[in-house]
């Protein structure tokens, strides 16, 4: 079996005390990555999407926290704790809607609480960040395996934005059965939706399915309802920002569009993504907090003003999908119905 999917570089990896992303801003025409040492790099790094994508704005995250405990000057236990707290809340204000960021800060946080010294401390919150990174990519693989069973030989799948093996620790999310297909030998196509405003889709999907060698089309956003009326789409495949318990999912704005259109044309539509994605504390998505960005991402294409000026703007990052239009959830536990997610949930607590 060949390994297709370890062709593409990890786009955040730990290396010699230090954080290395892969620059997405600058994907597809450049390959560049930065070496960040300081947790405001890292804020800054998820707040400009240098590094995007729920699961790996988490593992950045992790990792963000780990360079700051590792630097930090600390005479107990209980002061470095307290200074771990206050770099948990300023990392999670950098991105609001992808649960996985406060989950993983939340989670490295937890683990160090029990540590009893300032040593024990620092090797945690590094360790535990990598932990959550190993994780990570073995539930994408899973997601991978349980959303290839699903399509028939040959599928031709459309999804939008990038939840690939760039916005987690491997394979991705809604992207992972075609990182498996390509190492079986499987041949699948992909239709990726530019993904307007930051086009996601046109610049992040594209490459990265090219450079597996899988068949991947561009449209735009507007073509989908044209494209689902006049060629054979077995699936619609989205990633998520955030679960709520009933289902309904948060993703790239587009995604709820993409999800009617599917309904109206009989085409099943499923959101990929690992329970680290799903908020738990939340009935249902009107609660899940919307990120709104500057209005620069709209008026201007690569810096070049394409709109009046001073005409009103608003840019949603993200949608919600209500859980009547999912038809499954795909997660590493297996594909799981919406209405079912809570009564799993509680069975796996035991
Ligand atoms: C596996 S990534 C899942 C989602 O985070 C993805 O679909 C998405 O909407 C990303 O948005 P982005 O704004 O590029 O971070």
């Given at each position: 079996m060949s390994d297709q999917a370890a062709r593409l570089p990890p786009s955040v990896e730990w290396r010699d005390g230090a954080l290395i992303l892969?620059?997405?801003?600058?994907l597809p025409l450049e390959v560049r990555y930065r070496r960040l040492t300081r947790v405001e790099e890292v804020w800054e790094a998820i707040k400009q999407l240098e590094v995007r994508g729920a699961p790996a704005i988490g593992i950045a995250a992790g990792f963000g926290i780990a360079l700051w405990a590792l630097d930090a000057e600390a005479d107990s236990p209980q002061s470095l704790l307290e200074g771990l707290e206050r770099t948990r809340v300023y990392l999670e204000s950098s991105r609001p809607t992808a649960v996985n960021l406060a989950w993983a800060v939340r989670r490295i946080f937890r683990a160090c609480q029990s540590e009893p010294s300032v040593a024990a401390i620092r090797a945690r919150a590094l360790l535990e960040a990598q932990a959550i990174q190993a994780e990570d990519a073995e539930a994408c693989r899973k997601i991978g395996e349980h959303g290839l069973a699903l399509l028939p030989a040959g599928a031709t799948v459309m999804t939008i934005c990038n939840a690939g093996a760039i916005a987690t620790a491997r394979y991705g999310t809604a992207l992972a059965p075609f990182h498996l297909a390509r190492e079986r030998g499987l041949e699948l196509s992909v239709i990726a939706c530019e993904t307007r405003p930051l086009l996601q889709g046109a610049r992040l999907t594209t490459w990265e399915l090219a450079s597996i060698g899988i068949d991947v089309t561009l449209i735009t956003d507007s073509m989908a309802a044209h494209v689902m009326k006049t060629r054979r789409i077995d699936a619609v495949i989205v990633g998520a920002d955030r679960i709520a318990r009933n289902g309904d999912s948060a993703n790239k704005i587009g995604t709820y569009g993409l999800a009617l259109l599917a309904r109206a044309h009989g085409i099943p539509f499923y959101v990929a993504a690992p329970f680290s994605t799903i908020d738990f504390e939340l009935a249902d998505g009107s609660g899940i907090p919307i990120e709104e960005r500057d209005e620069k991402e709209i008026v201007e294409i690569q810096g070049q003003r394409i709109a009046p000026e001073g005409i009103k703007v608003f840019n949603p990052a993200f949608d919600v999908t209500p859980n009547e239009l999912i038809e499954g959830l795909i997660t590493e536990r297996g594909v799981i119905r919406c209405a079912e997610l809570d009564c799993h949930q509680a069975r796996a607590m035991g």
């Open positions: 892969l620059d997405q801003r600058r």
